[in-house]
């Protein structure tokens, strides 16, 4: 089934022209809007001026570490300015970037170092050197190369050059490297929908080595915008002190800190009247919480849908109601198609996309590449299905669908419906074997209140009525907390393993 593409507004960058590289149309936001901040994070601050002239400096310093055009530079350093000059100085002399997550075990590291044979990696101070690294920067030497006397001539590569590599997660196994060419990093500008305004000030809560930074700095520089970066770790006292204080238009967080950003005191007085859009995903948003957003910052909140290898896929729409936004991730932004494969009796599919936005691929790894490109269409492993209004369903992951008595059940759908209970402050379902009947589900559920966990015969009651009652969960396991993988998402292998 193909769906048609989203009606979101298309906001106009403000850099136009042929930029076919991303340093072409760095220099030409440096020289553009030399005073425009940004980025801004914890009290520093860097021009768009500032942050080239600093990039072309650190760019000569990779040099000097025998970095070429082609090379890949490893960041493995916390979302910062640091961060950002980094990024920017790869790309300088025709690097390749690649963010490599600080939560990332050495097992993981040292088989994305093989895979790429980076000459290069910048790591936190006191972080072990992994093996095979012919060269290291530390994250405290960064201030001092950024002030050398020598800068780097910009390499003048082509559009087809590839420019950045994001790690997938590794749940299924060892990380994998999707690459991506300047030309795909471009298509963020016509996907951008609410989630860009020329020169808006955009407050980030995203791990810069993720797909959300990595494959959105075009973006961020096309619409000269500001990106104020979240404290880390993060707090409610510090996300509505930069709402304020660095008077955000676009404000991204996940549902739990925009729950938590609510029942802050000073919420209820605070002048939040800059922000025009709310942005949150990663999980569900309870209806009642989208309504309350909506209501205390006076800006629509809207959802978004993508993955690691097609870093835009699909949005809600200003306007949508709170249920829209609860139970679907919209549809599907501009310049996206997508459809469903190997739908099955209930119109549920394997999630396909094409987009010039998507990978060219998994980084020296054709045998996945085929796999997961097929005739344009890049398949995913997650499910779904489309409703009447054209809006996509998540239904969980197709390795996460199990079937019980014949029935297949797919865990996100239930999980929705139980993360409706008041009792229920977090929950996973994995479906383990069972004699006789095939599977049967497990619920792991982290109470709101310790003191007054739910049974699963509450569970179970509030299944009836709202979806099929084979789909409740036969077991109940209480957590004080949900294993999380490095890309912090529920590490559904680790709750299989406490089976």
Not at 351 to 363: D, E, F, K, L
């Amino acid at each position: 089934m193909d769906a048609h593409t989203n009606d979101l507004t298309y906001q106009a960058p403000v850099l136009h022209g042929d930029y076919p590289t991303f340093v072409s149309l760095f220099a030409a936001a440096a020289d553009r809007f030399p005073d425009t901040e940004a980025y801004v994070h914890c009290g520093a601050r860097i021009t768009y001026s500032k942050w080239y002239e600093r990039s072309l400096r650190l760019a000569a310093a990779f040099e000097d570490r025998d970095v070429r055009a082609g090379d890949i530079v490893l960041i493995g350093i916390e979302s910062s300015i640091d961060f950002a000059l980094c990024f920017a100085a790869a790309q300088i002399i025709g690097a390749i970037a690649s963010g490599v997550n600080t939560r990332l075990g050495s097992r993981e590291i040292a088989a994305i170092v093989e895979q790429t044979q980076a000459p290069l990696m910048i790591l936190e101070e006191g972080g072990s050197e992994p093996i095979g690294v012919r060269k290291i920067i530390r994250r405290g030497d960064i201030e001092s190369l950024c002030q050398s006397s020598r800068k780097a001539e910009p390499h003048r590569g082509v559009a087809s050059d590839i420019a950045v590599i994001i790690w997938t997660s590794g749940t299924t196994g060892l990380p994998k490297g999707a690459s991506f060419a300047h030309e795909n990093l471009s298509c963020a500008i016509q996907t951008a929908g609410p989630m860009a305004e020329p020169f808006a000030r955009k407050l980030s809560s995203v791990p810069f080595a993720h797909a959300g930074y990595m494959a959105k700095a075009w973006e961020q520089i096309a619409f000269a915008m500001t990106l104020v970066i979240s404290d880390t770790p993060w707090s409610a006292d510090d996300m509505l002190h930069l709402l304020v204080d660095e008077r955000i238009s676009i404000a991204g967080a996940v549902p739990t800190q925009w729950a938590k950003l609510l029942d802050h005191p000073a919420v209820s007085n605070a002048d939040l009247s800059n922000i025009k859009v709310g942005i949150t995903a990663t999980a569900p948003a309870p209806p009642e919480l989208i309504e309350r957003v909506t209501c205390v910052i006076g800006a629509p909140l809207i959802v978004r849908y993508s993955m690691t290898e097609c870093p835009s896929m699909t949005g809600t729409r200003v306007g949508d109601s709170a249920e829209v936004q609860y139970r679907t991730v919209g549809r599907p932004q501009p310049g996206i198609k997508l459809k469903l494969v190997g739908m099955d009796e209930s119109k549920i599919g394997r999630i396909a996309v094409q987009s010039g936005g998507m990978m060219r691929g998994y980084w020296r790894d054709p045998e996945r590449t085929a796999a997961a490109i097929q005739d344009g269409w890049l398949i995913s492993s997650d499910l779904g299905r489309f409703n009447g209004d054209g809006n996509l369903i998540l239904a969980g992951r197709a390795g996460e669908m199990y079937i019980r008595g014949g029935y297949n059940i797919y865990p996100l759908e239930v999980e929705r419906v139980l993360s409706e209970l008041p009792s229920v402050g977090a929950v996973a379902i994995v479906g383990v074997a069972a004699p006789k009947i095939g599977e049967i589900g497990i619920a792991f559920v982290v109470p709101s209140d310790p003191e007054c966990p739910p049974s699963l015969a509450a569970l179970r009651n509030h299944i009836r009525g709202q979806i099929a009652d084979y789909k409740a969960p036969d077991q109940l396991m209480l957590l004080e907390a949900l294993p999380l993988t490095p890309m912090m998402k529920v590490d559904k292998a680790a709750l299989q393993a406490l089976v």
